[in-house]
């Protein structure tokens, strides 16, 4: 019985660790992309961002160098947020499509 609760526990935690959360529910989007993309990824015609899922449908290569690099109005993250955060994100974001 002990084993089991052990071994659901660990299933639990590996599939949180293992798959990326909601674009919305990143730390990291909360923390440096919420205030100008919405804090549902809805956009924000004031900072003149689209809806996240409106570009979800960009090849991932791009999304990352948006990210990476800036983009328009956009900050570049290099060295604000490491390479593996922004592949999160980009699947977080491929994932709104
Ligand atoms: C200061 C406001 C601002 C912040 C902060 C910001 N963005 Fe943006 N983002 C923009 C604007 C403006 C655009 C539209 C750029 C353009 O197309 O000229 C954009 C575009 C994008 C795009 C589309 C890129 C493309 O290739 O079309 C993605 C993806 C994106 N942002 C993700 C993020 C993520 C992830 C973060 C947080 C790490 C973030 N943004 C933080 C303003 C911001």
Redesign the pocket.
Known sequence: MKKMFALACGIALTSTLAFSAD?KDDA??KA??????GAAAEGKPA????P?KD??A?PAA??T???TKG?????A?DG??QAGD?AT??SE?KALK
């Open positions: 674009l990291n989007y440096k992309c919420g205030m100008c993309h900072m003149k961002t689209a996240m570009v979800a960009k791009d999304l160098a948006s990210i983009k328009g109005k956009m900050p993250y604000k947020l922004i994100l980009v974001i």
